[in-house]
């Protein structure tokens, strides 16, 4: 699915329209043959609340960075994904719908230097690192929980990073109580008050969808879904996985995590339904 990685959105707010077109292009326009019309995007834009001169800005800023590329089909003006998106939304599909579990206390540490000559380098490592939901030891180490490996190792060879680091596998012996440390490591309160906006914004839509006998296709059941997609696929990256008895006790990413998922139930098959049927896309299969 998809990631920051491609609409650079950590932000706290408003979810910025390219957010949402991102979301929308991952979710559903690979399914399609990864392309969408023009007309087709703006048509489902609207039904998200984004007006057609914010979609065309997104969309250049978005052909600017390489997430998309202008391409028609049949005469028709549309966009397609970028091969650079593409794999960035395959990594990401592992992070976002998988749901949380608890994690053992097993580490994977990245130790890398690089020559101030080529201090973009390092500051592109750090972003990715950053990305990946590492937190920070000191300036060249960086720790995360095991599971993480497989995904630091392939982001790093594919953004040709891994001439810089060596990666290790670790367990924490001494000398200090581990959640201490990971409270060091990782700005926890800010990734809590992120889980309590999400609980904020989409709490609401989660009971009102969970109170209805059956959930028909439609705008709105789409409008909920992208949007609580959008809010929620930042912070996968953003959190770790850490092990729960290292978290605190006011800890509200579980909750949202059950409120993500439970929308995800609820919505997931008619939005598909009202996308296809805005698009003319059938589901492959």
């Not at 979301?23 to 969408?36: A, H, K, N």
């Not at 609401?204 to 609580?228: H, K, T």
Request: avoid cysteine; charge should be negative; glycine fraction near 8%.
């Amino acid at each position: 699915m998809t990631t920051t990685e491609l609409d650079g959105g950590t932000e706290r707010g408003p979810l910025p329209p390219r957010a949402l077109i991102v979301t929308l292009l991952g979710l559903y326009v690979r399914e399609f043959g990864g392309w969408i019309s023009v007309s087709a995007l703006i048509r489902l834009m609207a039904a998200a609340g984004v007006d057609d001169q914010a979609v065309r800005s997104s969309l250049s800023r978005l052909k600017r960075r390489g997430i998309v590329e202008a391409e028609r089909r049949d005469g028709v003006a549309g966009y397609a994904l970028s091969e650079y998106a593409r794999h960035v939304l395959e990594v990401g599909d592992r992070r976002i719908f998988a749901r949380p579990e608890p994690q053992s206390r097993d580490w994977v540490v990245v130790v890398f230097s690089v020559p101030e000559s080529e201090r973009q380098k390092r500051h592109a490592l750090r972003a990715r690192l950053a990305w990946l939901g590492f937190g920070t030891v000191s300036s060249g180490v960086w720790i995360a929980p095991g599971h993480l490996a497989d995904d630091a190792r392939d982001v790093l060879v594919a953004n040709g990073l891994d001439l810089y680091v060596d990666l290790f596998r670790a367990e924490y012996v001494a000398f200090g109580d581990p959640a201490d440390k990971v409270a060091q490591w990782w700005d926890l309160d800010a990734l809590g008050q992120l889980y309590t906006d999400f609980l904020d914004a989409h709490e609401p839509a989660r009971a009102s969808w969970a109170a209805q006998p059956e959930v028909e296709p439609g705008p709105q059941a789409f409008a909920d879904y992208i949007r609580a997609l959008t809010a929620w696929r930042r912070l996968p990256y953003l959190d770790p996985g850490l092990p729960t008895d290292l978290l605190p006790a006011s800890w509200s990413g579980t909750r949202a995590a059950e409120t993500f998922f439970e929308l995800h139930r609820l919505l997931a098959e008619p939005a598909h339904d009202f996308v296809t049927a805005q698009t003319g896309a059938a589901r492959p299969g």
